[in-house]
């Protein structure tokens, strides 16, 4: 009789056992279903934008051929893998290294006429420039090609928002999840780091050479960034970029002097570092002059992150290393 107890429960245990995996199974199964069922209701065509002007654009189907008329447009689709979708960006391109092999569609005033000949699903276009080139945007409209307005990005939050837009208009929901999470936790890591710094230092941002040398003062993207470092931005006492005066930016005697034009002057440094009326400036004096990639810091795309970076190495090289 103890016999047969035993082997009843050693019964019951294996049918729970058997019952248990099945469930999990039908479990996983049922998980794996609703992943794709979410993946493909998140691509699923077609879709309706709001665009930066307002404006409630339909994208019927998932495109396979997109001309961007700017770089940060441009370095977000390439982030989110649409390399071979992309036929086309602007004369100002140059990242990453495959745009140099994409067809030019032109810089200031764009070419209408190339643009319509590549038969592009959809124009990604930007707010920065949309109201100059109205007259051009609707004549792309007029030939059926689909015309998104990214919106001109300020701050994180609305990079985040273009990020999204385009990856929405293009399917690709989850790769532009993932690049914006991937940028907020490392601005955070950068600005728990920051955190850390007990001595804030004075920083003047140059984005122009002298003698018309401009700066961004508060309602700036470059002053959120240098606030994320734990860094004073000395001209933001001031609205927007504005052109300086030079004597009032030698009193407020900054630590560190960050120019963002080496792409088009030569020697940047050395052009600051010997300026007259500045060698009396703590900068100056302890050569904590830097230029960074003007491209990083200013390109409203995925890169942005990097640029907070490359100024928090620049003005806090013992802290970021």
């Keep these: 009789m103890k016999k047969l107890y035993s082997l009843l429960l050693v019964a019951l245990l294996t049918l729970g056992v058997l019952a248990g995996c099945a469930e999990k199974k039908d479990q996983v199964k049922e998980e794996n279903n609703a992943s794709v069922e979410k993946k493909s209701e998140a691509v699923a065509f077609p879709v309706t934008i709001k665009d930066a002007l307002d404006n409630k654009i339909v994208i019927e189907k998932k495109p396979e051929k997109i001309v961007s008329l700017i770089p940060s447009n441009t370095e977000i689709a390439f982030a989110l893998g649409l390399d071979n979708e992309v036929v086309g960006v602007s004369d100002f391109d140059n990242y990453p290294e495959e745009v140099t092999k994409k067809e030019k569609i032109g810089g200031q005033e764009i070419n209408l006429e190339k643009i319509i000949s590549l038969k592009p699903d959809v124009v990604l276009a930007h707010a920065s420039s949309a109201h100059n080139s109205e007259a051009g945007l609707q004549q792309l409209k007029d030939a059926g090609i689909t015309v998104l307005v990214v919106n001109e990005a300020q701050n994180f939050d609305q990079v985040y928002d273009s990020i999204e837009m385009i990856g929405k208009a293009t399917g690709e929901t989850e790769k532009s999840d993932d690049i914006i999470k991937g940028m907020k936790d490392k601005l955070a890591e950068i600005k728990a780091k920051a955190g850390e710094i007990k001595e804030k230092k004075k920083v003047f941002v140059e984005v122009s050479a002298a003698p018309e040398i401009y700066t961004p ?104 290393k």
């Design 217 to 320: 003062g508060k309602n700036t993207f470059m002053d959120e960034m240098l606030s994320v470092i734990n860094a004073e931005n000395i001209a933001n006492d001031q609205e927007g970029w504005f052109k300086i005066d030079q004597e009032a930016m030698i009193k407020r005697n900054p630590d560190v002097i960050i120019t963002t034009y080496g792409y088009y002057v030569k020697n940047p440094v050395e052009q600051v570092i010997s300026r007259k009326g500045w060698e009396t400036v703590n900068a100056v004096k302890n050569e904590q002059v830097i230029d960074v990639d003007s491209d990083r810091v200013t390109r409203s795309g995925p890169r942005i992150v990097e640029g907070v970076e490359d100024l928090a190495k620049a003005v806090y090289p013992e802290v970021f």
